[in-house]
């Protein structure tokens, strides 16, 4: 079983940077697809960015393009989330998540695509 654990939330103002991480435990962390995704009140959860498993290959979602950063250490299993020029529209709760399909699929950005979830962690920016 799989463990993933969020931190790094809180609440910032618009234009600030925070930075996410993801702590896994247990399963073989440097062999999985790492995601993050964010819901927001009232709305679904939907996909920000995606990590390979090497590291060497990320997506992102057109709404942070440009302004957010995945990346991991397999040596720490652990993944981040960069978050640069937040906008209030970021405001959510941003979920860590881990598909376990031996092979980087860019494509894979559903919900249902991934085998493990954190509990996540609140990020809330006010304008």
């Known amino acids: 079983q799989v463990q993933l654990v969020e931190s790094g939330g809180g609440l910032v103002q618009a234009g600030d940077s925070l930075r996410l991480s993801c702590a896994a435990a247990?399963?073989?962390?440097?062999?999985?697809?790492m995601g993050w995704f964010r819901q927001a009140p009232g709305k679904d959860r939907e996909f920000a960015a995606s990590?390979?498993?090497?590291?060497?290959?990320?997506n992102y979602a057109d709404s942070v393009k440009g302004r957010f950063t995945i990346s991991r250490d397999n040596a720490k299993n652990t993944v981040y989330l960069q978050m640069n020029n937040l906008k209030p529209e970021d405001t959510a709760a941003y979920y860590c998540?881990?598909?376990?399909?031996?092979?980087?699929?860019?494509?894979?950005?559903?919900?249902?695509?991934?085998?493990?979830w954190g509990k996540g962690t609140l990020v809330t920016v006010s304008s």
């Open positions: 998540a881990a598909d376990r399909t031996s092979f980087y699929d860019s494509t894979r950005t559903q919900v249902g695509h991934m085998h493990y």
């Open positions: 990590i390979s498993w090497n590291g060497r290959s990320t």
């Open positions: 247990g399963g073989t962390f440097s062999t999985y697809t």
